[in-house]
């Protein structure tokens, strides 16, 4: 699992860049084949569908997906300029999400630049010098906040029974397993809350599975609670797939924490803010 994940980091890591300022960057035409896509023409599209999604949320597309001329030489020796463009890690986040998911490459990138632009939110210390602890204090928060978002995104959907929905993504992404299936699995009490019973690992699969149902809803503008629910079924299996491909570990296979957030808050045992 570790190799196939070092792996995978690698292909990424290799075509990445650092600018003058110490800012990284990646080249749309270096990514375009590790992608699996061989026609600028169609790996433009999943770019531009990029652009569409970043669009609904900041207005300065130049800002991030600055455009560059790449120099090549054509077969009579002569020079000309190609158009590319320097990409951020967010940027690469949205490429992915919106490129092929039946290419083996972009099922790997999609978890890749999902986790890392996860872990790069965190401002105030470096994510791999937080303890687990503090992981899964800065991961449940950034679930608590996707949870309300999605919520919204899925009244709007036409959403009216949440519990069935909130299954509905659960049993995607445990093979079936309700939230009382994993409370129980977890031997839980009454009403305690899954998700403050989770490692840092199994909180950004869940964190993973919120953000693309919310995104998903709202791009396929879906307005049928049937369909909200298959849809948010459908995101939790791919993502469970993409974990198997990667080789790692299913999510009802991660070890339940000793203590349950709430617990550590209450008996302040755990000496840390979570990061807002």
């Known amino acids: 699992m570790n190799e196939i994940k070092e792996y995978t980091e690698r292909l990424f890591e290799d075509i ?8 990284e960057y990646w080249l749309a035409r270096e990514l375009m084949p590790l992608l699996e896509y061989s026609k600028w023409e169609n790996f433009h ?36 300029y190609i158009k590319d463009y320097k990409l951020s890690r967010y940027i690469c986040y949205l490429i992915v999400q919106n490129a092929n998911p039946k290419k083996k490459m972009v099922a ?15 401002s105030e210390k470096e994510y791999s010098e937080l303890t687990e602890d503090e992981k899964r204090f800065y991961q449940r928060n950034l679930t608590r906040k996707g949870n309300y978002s999605l919520n919204i995104a899925a ?10 929905f909130h299954n509905s993504g659960y049993k995607g992404l445990y093979n079936g397993e309700t939230a009382n299936d994993i409370a129980k699995r977890k031997k839980l009490r009454y009403r305690e809350d899954i998700l403050d019973n989770m490692g840092s690992d199994e909180l950004i699969a869940n964190l993973f599975r919120i953000s693309q149902t919310e995104q998903k809803l709202k791009n396929e503008n879906i307005k049928l609670e ?10 939790g299996k791919e993502i469970r797939n993409t974990i198997q491909k990667l ?8 070890p339940t924490p000793d203590k349950s957030l709430k617990e550590l808050e209450k008996n302040n045992k755990l000496e840390t803010k979570i990061l807002e």
Do not use: C
């Open 226 to 235: 049937n369909e909200a629910n298959k849809t948010h079924y459908e995101v």
């Open 155 to 164: 009244r709007n959907a036409g959403v009216k029974n949440f519990d069935r």
């Open 45 to 80: 599209k999943v770019i531009q569908k990029a652009v569409i999604a970043y669009k609904n949320t900041n207005n300065n597309v130049s800002y991030w997906l600055p455009e560059v001329r790449k120099p090549i030489k054509t077969g009579k020796g002569k020079k000309e």
């Open 108 to 122: 790997l990138g999609q978890t890749y630049f999902a986790i890392q632009t996860r872990k790069q939110e965190v």
């Open 247 to 254: 080789g790692g570990t299913m999510p009802e296979n991660l």
């Open 16 to 23: 990445k860049h650092i600018d003058e300022n110490g800012n």
